[in-house]
């Protein structure tokens, strides 16, 4: 089955940018989405689509991709952005598709 | 607002059943493919099934198939997840969470219910 790689901990200065990779073939033909995650809470979504944040998503979340890889980039990162970041795609088996896949996760740690 | 409650979890023997409900609010339900997220604890996220709109269209994840069932009831705005055969590696939190059509993924998600699979 397909599988997305994700750094398993990234670290960055308060007011810094830092960038989360996930790498995979489903992202050769389908969309990331990247959700944050809490201690205890839900996973809620940051970026979805080309470059979307939904509604009240603040604008220093952004979302890129090139080949195999997606990145989110948090520029200026602040002391509530300190949480598990995954990402997910659409996931197939040849031209059908299966469902989703999951990355790994990244604990992202504001110093 | 956009809600979803999940019920019915709990604790379960080993090759045990389980029904999981959702239950949506705030949108018309009928309209969007849903999904199940689990997370065993410590661990990640695992997507386990997708349903469509009008449950013409479902996928399971191979760590689940031919144990579990997904199916929703539009009339009821409730989402449902049949879990049979338990194992302990089922033991997570499941969310259900909403599709987003365009472009993939899931825009909101329910607080989600501990299913523990333990004698």
């Known amino acids: 089955s397909s599988e997305l790689t994700q750094d398993p901990a990234v670290s960055v200065a308060l007011g810094q940018t830092v960038r989360i990779t996930c790498q995979g073939d489903?992202?050769?033909?389908?969309?990331a989405s990247w959700y944050q995650q809490k201690p205890g809470q839900a996973p809620v979504l940051v970026i979805y689509?080309?470059?979307n944040r939904p509604s009240g998503i603040p604008d220093r979340f952004s979302g890129s991709s090139s080949g195999n890889t997606a990145s989110l980039t948090i520029t200026g990162a602040q002391a509530e952005d300190e949480a598990d970041y995954y990402c997910?795609?659409?996931?197939?088996?040849?031209?059908?598709?299966?469902?989703?896949?999951f990355g790994t996760g990244t604990k992202v740690t504001v110093l | 607002e956009v809600q979803l409650v999940e019920s019915g979890g709990g604790l379960v023997q080993p090759g045990g059943s389980l029904r999981l409900s959702c239950a949506a609010s705030?949108?018309?339900?009928?309209?969007?493919?849903m999904n199940w997220v689990r997370q065993a604890p410590g661990k990640g996220l695992e997507w386990v099934s997708y349903?469509?709109?009008?449950?013409?269209?479902?996928y399971y994840a191979d760590s689940v198939k031919g144990r579990f069932t997904i199916s929703r009831d539009n009339a009821k705005n409730s989402l449902y997840l049949q879990m049979n055969s338990l194992r302990a590696e089922d033991t997570a939190v499941y969310y259900c969470?909403?599709?987003?059509?365009?472009?993939?993924?899931?825009?909101?998600w329910g607080q989600g219910t501990l299913v523990t699979v333990s004698s």
């Open positions: 969470a909403r599709d987003i059509r365009s472009t993939g993924g899931f825009d909101y």
């Open positions: 705030g949108f018309t339900f009928s309209s969007y493919s």
């Open positions: 349903i469509s709109s009008s449950s013409s269209t479902i």
């Open positions: 489903s992202l050769r033909s389908y969309y």
């Open positions: 689509g080309k470059n």
């Open positions: 997910n795609s659409r996931d197939s088996s040849g031209n059908h598709l299966k469902g989703y896949v």
